[in-house]
C-alpha cells in the first residue's frame, strides 16, 4: 500500500462512487514506463493516494495529505 493507512471498500463520498479511502489497484511500474499488468507489479492504494502520487508527492507528504484529508471529510460528514 502506498501510504500504509487502511482503505474502505464502504467509502462512496464522490459522486461517481467511491471515495478518496476506496481501494484501488496503483500499478508500481507504470504501464507507460513498461510495467506489466501482473499481480507482481501491482498494490493496493487507496483512490486518493493513487491520483495523489502521480503528483510527484514524497511518502511522508502523502501520508500527511490523506490522513488530513480524512479528517477533514470526517469533519464535513459529521456536519452534513
Known amino acids: 500500500q502506498i501510504c500504509g493507512e487502511p482503505c474502505d471498500k464502504n467509502d ?3 459522486n461517481n462512487g467511491i471515495g478518496p479511502l476506496y ?4 500499478h508500481v511500474i507504470a ?3 513498461g510495467g506489466s499488468h501482473t ?4 498494490q493496493l492504494a487507496h483512490a486518493y493516494c ?3 502520487i502521480k503528483r510527484d ?3 511522508e507528504e502523502l501520508t ?9 471529510q470526517a469533519i464535513t460528514d459529521k456536519c452534513a
Open 64 to 72: 500527511e495529505e490523506v490522513i488530513t484529508h480524512a479528517k477533514e
Open 50 to 52: 493513487n491520483c495523489a
Open 57 to 59: 508527492l514524497t511518502e
Open 23 to 26: 481501494p484501488t489497484i496503483d
Open 31 to 33: 504501464m507507460v514506463n
Open 12 to 14: 462512496n463520498r464522490w
Open 39 to 42: 499481480w507482481a507489479n501491482v
